[in-house]
Nanobody, 118 residues
Framework: QVQLVESGGGLVQPGGSLRLSCAASGITFSRYTMGWYRQAPGKQRELVAT???????NYADSVKGRFTISRDNAKNTVCLDMNSLKPEDTAVYYCNVRLELYGQLTYWGQGTQVTVSS
């Protein structure tokens, strides 16, 4: 069974930074996209950033230039470096894995809380 475990969330002041990490286990397929999504209070879950198996990245307009996604294929991990954090970045952040050749197969982590407040 595939399992995704996030870590690194917490409380940070505006303008600060955090690194989120996600460790995946039980993955037997070779090509998959890893990514981060978030859900703020009263809002739908939205894409933050994704990175494909070959390294191509995609970012939400709201985080471009501030967040950086990376992955370590040997360790089956994905990280999200968040800089210049704003109060509007406050949300539960979820790790995601999706097969590139069979997108219907997707997995989610349990989520980690990020709170940006002074």
């Amino acid at each position: 069974q595939v399992q995704l475990v996030e870590s690194g969330g917490g409380l940070v002041q505006p303008g600060g930074s955090l690194r989120l990490s996600c460790a995946a286990s039980g993955i037997t397929f070779s090509r998959y996209t890893m990514g981060w999504y978030r859900q703020a209070p009263g809002k739908q879950r939205e894409l933050v950033a994704t990175i494909k198996s070959y390294g191509s990245t995609n970012y939400a307009d709201s985080v471009k230039g501030r967040f950086t996604i990376s992955r370590d294929n040997a360790k089956n991990t994905v990280c999200l470096d968040m800089n210049s954090l704003k109060p509007e970045d406050t949300a539960v952040y979820y790790c995601n894995v999706r097969l590139e050749l069979y997108g219907q197969l997707t997995y989610w982590g349990q989520g980690t809380q990020v709170t940006v407040s002074s």
